[in-house]
């Protein structure tokens, strides 16, 4: 995602304060502890610009969420979306800008319940692979964060990519509870929170894959 740099960018993330953990986080936290009430933790990796973060947290106010977006100027325009939002939304959503490849510096092992990943960028050249956020290496630090019978729910429109993280998935030993090779005719559809990468392809016509695997 190619982002021309925001005019008064850190400004406008400190104005969000009040929903962005500050990063790094110095040593492994509880991620329940950036949230009023104890519920169920899920990571949305790659959050891009919020929608469905936004969306999530307002359909499913028994769970918290939070949204992992590395590029600032990405991570800025979902949180002043939540900031929006925030009047209708209960207090279960949280931002971190900060890179997936981190994530067990900074939260406690077995302390999520469910992992998303959404329309993750599918670096197609095969030497690039251990970059997706489905290679075995990022499974193994998945494996670490999720809670036991914990959930990894994938969404992209990248054939070549489903296909690569189902064989991981099996490599891994773990259970493909859950597929389909189009989401939007499916029986999951009525329950599905598009995020801003889904409404494009879907108005293109492009199927959309999805998979949930249980650890
Ligand atoms: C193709 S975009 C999809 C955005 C959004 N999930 C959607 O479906 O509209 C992928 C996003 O993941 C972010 N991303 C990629 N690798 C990441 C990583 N290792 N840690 C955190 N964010 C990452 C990128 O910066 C980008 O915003």
Redesign the pocket.
Known sequence: ?RMRRKKHGAERIAACSEILIPSPITEQTNPQSFFADEKPVCLE?????G??AVGMSAKHQDLNFIA????AD?ACLALEKAMAASDTRADNLRFIIA???NLTEFFLPHSFDRIYL????PWPKKGYAKRR?THRGFLELYRSLLVEGGLLILKTDNEGLFDFSLEEFEAMGLTIEWQTRDLHNSEAAADNVM????SHFSEIGQVIYSARVRF
Do not use: P, W
Request: aromatic content about 12%.
């Open positions: 995602m990796i790659g959050c891009g610009k929608d469905f992992m977006e590395r590029v990405v890179d997936a490849r959404n329309f993750s960028d956020l995020t801003e990468y889904e």
